[in-house]
């Protein structure tokens, strides 16, 4: 789209109107139906075009879009109340039988919290990520009560069918996910990564980074204090040796 087009308005009540893929519309406000401009329908045909690229990109926000999965936490719960008794029992019995209760909580107790700990961070940094990009993708309110909700991007009316997970404006391209207007509340953040992710599968390459780089920095976190506690235990076992 090269010249951004005024918003269509409805001849009768002045109403912004969503542009339709047809030559006509009916008006949200008052049901007239509105006649589309020429160059309102090429608009259309490329909003068609990034309509289909939204669908195909539906399936993927669906599996990254939501909270991070069930299984994380009650992994992350289980490792934290598991590990560290195992561990203690295990370096204890097998490894060094003549450490003491400080030395054990040093080298084993104490390290074993962590991979615990790392997936439990993970999973609430993913849903912290993914409770940005959602803000970030919601649709407007609408403009007035009782009005269609708005695009988050442009301000124009959108069409939303009953059920859809997300529509694309029909005036800039920009996709915009259908939840309830509370949680879509603009914040200055939200609106910043807003300006940066124009389709939802922008949203959701930014959570699948996210959800990557998040995960290394649990691995990068587990690594060093699982290298830290190899090495209490070499020290240790020096002294006792
Ligand atoms: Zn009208
Ligand atoms: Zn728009």
Redesign the pocket.
């Known amino acids: 789209m090269s010249a951004r087009l005024e918003l269509l ?7 912004p ?1 969503p542009l339709g893929a047809g030559p006509t519309v009916a ?6 139906s ?1 006649a589309i401009p020429e160059a309102y329908v090429r608009l259309a045909e490329a909003t068609l075009r990034a309509d289909q690229a939204r669908r195909a990109a539906e399936p993927v926000w669906r599996a990254l879009g939501g909270p991070p999965p069930a299984w994380a936490r009650n992994l992350a719960m289980a490792l934290v109340v598991l590990l560290p008794p195992l561990a203690s029992v295990l370096v204890a019995l097998l490894v060094t039988p003549a450490l003491g209760a400080a030395e054990i909580c040093a080298v084993a107790t104490l390290p074993a919290v962590v991979p615990g700990a790392a997936l439990w961070l993970w999973a609430a940094s993913v849903g912290a990520s993914v409770e940005g990009v959602r803000a970030a993708l919601a649709a407007a309110p609408p403009a007035r009560a009782g009005g269609p909700a708005t695009c988050r991007h442009c301000g124009a009316p959108l069409q939303l069918s009953a059920g859809a997970l997300s529509v694309t404006c029909s005036y800039c391209q920009a996709d915009n996910l259908a939840i309830k207007a509370a949680r879509a509340e603009a914040t200055q953040a939200s609106s910043r990564l807003g300006a940066a992710l124009h389709s939802l599968a922008d949203g959701s390459a930014r959570l699948r980074m996210r959800r990557v780089m998040l995960g290394l920095g649990a691995l990068a976190l587990c690594g060093l204090f699982g290298g830290a506690a190899v090495l209490v235990l070499k020290a240790v076992r020096s002294l006792h040796g």
Not at 9 to 15: L, R, S, V
Not at 27 to 32: T, W
């Open positions: 308005t409805c001849p009768g009540c002045a109403a109107v008006c949200p406000s008052c049901a007239a509105v």
